[in-house]
Nanobody, 124 residues
Framework: QVQLVESGGGLVQAGGSLRLSCAASGSTFSSYAMGWFRQAPGKEREFVAT????????YYADSVKGRFTISRDNAKNTLYLQMNSLKPEDTAVYYC?????????????????WGQGTQVTVSS
């Protein structure tokens, strides 16, 4: 089992940047694929980005491609999401998630463990 704790959210103006972190504990972080999802008020939780166990393969939602970068540091048991050129429509609670399969997936129900989320608010 793995425990996940997100941090780094906050309030930023449109065009600004934030870096989210997700600290993992309790199991072998390096064996899990990881993902970022987000949920805006009144909307379904949606896929943002995923990374495989080694960090060698990534995949992004079209809405964030070219602006967001997912990465991981297996030595530090930490997942990151660098978010640049933020837009008001990026406002949401951002969640990190772990998949025991090891290979990245965009499917929400493939993930076995979830963090509690961190709020990102982008003002116009």
């Amino acid at each position: 089992q793995v425990q996940l704790v997100e941090s780094g959210g906050g309030l930023v103006q449109a065009g600004g940047s934030l870096r989210l972190s997700c600290a993992a504990s309790g199991s072998t972080f390096s064996s899990y694929a990881m993902g970022w999802f987000r949920q805006a008020p009144g909307k379904e939780r949606e896929f943002v980005a995923t990374i495989n166990w080694s960090g060698g393969s990534t995949y992004y939602a079209d809405s964030v491609k070219g602006r967001f970068t997912i990465s991981r540091d297996n030595a530090k048991n930490t997942l990151y999401l660098q978010m640049n050129s933020l837009k008001p429509e990026d406002t949401a609670v951002y969640y990190c998630a772990a998949n025991r399969g090891g290979w990245g997936t965009s499917q929400r129900y493939d993930y076995d463990y979830w963090g509690q989320g961190t709020q990102v608010t982008v003002s116009s």
